[in-house]
């Protein structure tokens, strides 16, 4: 178990690493710069869309192969 304490430990030492300098780098001027300036998210609420859009699609996956197990459940259970 300390182990698993561990590992988690240290992939959130490396995510909020890795996040801190994706940040600095956000944050170059340059042609990649305009870039970012021109992003379609242009406030917290474009953001909470995405966020939306992306959970419905997880979702509808989920329900997806949720009713394919059961149909594989159901011809198991028939064939058998």
Do not use: C, H
């Not at 600095?24 to 300036?37: F, K, N, R, S, T």
């Amino acid at each position: 178990m300390k182990t698993n304490a561990r590992t988690l430990m240290v992939f959130a030492a490396l995510t909020a690493v890795l996040s801190a300098t994706s940040a600095l780098a956000i944050q170059a001027e340059g042609p990649e710069a305009a870039d970012i300036l021109n992003s379609p998210v242009t406030s917290f609420t474009t953001i909470q869309l995405i966020f939306v859009n992306v959970i419905r699609w997880i979702y509808t996956i989920f329900f997806v192969v949720a009713v394919l197990f059961i149909l594989l459940a159901a011809y198991n259970f028939v064939t058998s």
